[in-house]
């Protein structure tokens, strides 16, 4: 069975601190994907990043960082540099090959307020 | 660039009434899903589809139903509203590649059942 387990209920900074959401997975699965979505408060989810379970290579997109380590089973998220348009819930998710995106499972979602 | 539109935004039920849930895509997406979204929780996945005519239930199917008849139009329907079912709704689609593909969502239904 699939299960992804986001710790933080919620976070707070202030604007400018770098700020670590936890993302911990686990599968039997020895092909699988990840992903990272983003719920502003304006309610839609919008995708951040995918990554697949053969390729453990870190991620930096601007401000945005992802760290895939397959011995700890974790993708976790980093923001540096935050800012209050960060403030969002922010979900997790995993699929598994052969389930295609019918068989994602969301994790319960980290809410991050950055305070200005 | 309209992506997914879901209709209404908002909406209260009594008990035992009937509603649909409207979603449209305009990106020619095959793949379509309906999900809720339960407060503090993860989306769970009711009922999608891979195409025209073709649907299938998710994890969580119980109450609703959906139909496909076009690949632009994914609706809902929740027939004997329950309290179990307050929820927000997020209707998505994307296009398959082989591969799990990124999803892209609605801006949600909030749907209260008093």
């Known amino acids: 069975a699939q299960k992804v387990t986001q710790a933080q209920t919620e976070i707070s900074v202030v604007e400018k601190e770098d700020v670590t959401l936890d993302c911990v997975y686990e599968?039997?699965?020895?092909?699988?994907?990840l992903f990272w979505y983003k719920q502003p408060p304006s309610g839609e989810l919008v995708f951040l990043i995918r990554r697949n379970s053969f390729d453990e290579q870190n991620e930096i997109s601007g401000r945005y960082s992802w760290n895939f380590q397959k011995s700890t089973s974790s993708f976790n998220f980093t923001i540096t540099a935050s800012q209050v348009v960060d403030s969002a819930v922010y979900f997790c998710?995993?699929?598994?090959?052969?389930?295609?995106?019918?068989?994602?499972?969301f994790g319960t979602g980290t809410r991050l307020t950055v305070i200005p | 660039n309209a992506g997914v539109t879901q209709t209404p935004k908002f909406r209260i039920l009594k008990i035992g009434q009937s509603m649909t849930l409207q979603c449209t895509q305009d990106?020619?997406?095959?793949?379509m899903y309906w999900y809720r979204q339960d407060p503090g929780m993860g989306l769970k996945l009711i009922y999608y589809s891979v195409g025209a005519g073709i649907t299938d239930k998710g994890e969580v199917p119980n109450g609703y139903n959906v139909s496909r008849s076009t690949t632009e139009d994914f609706p809902l329907r929740l027939e004997l509203a329950a309290p179990s079912q307050t929820s927000v709704y997020f209707c998505a689609s994307s296009y398959p590649l082989g591969i799990p593909e990124k999803l892209f969502f609605g801006s949600g239904t909030q749907l209260s059942v008093l």
């Open positions: 599968t039997r699965d020895t092909t699988y994907y």
């Open positions: 998710a995993l699929s598994v090959r052969g389930g295609g995106a019918n068989n994602l499972f």
């Open positions: 990106m020619n997406h095959n793949y």
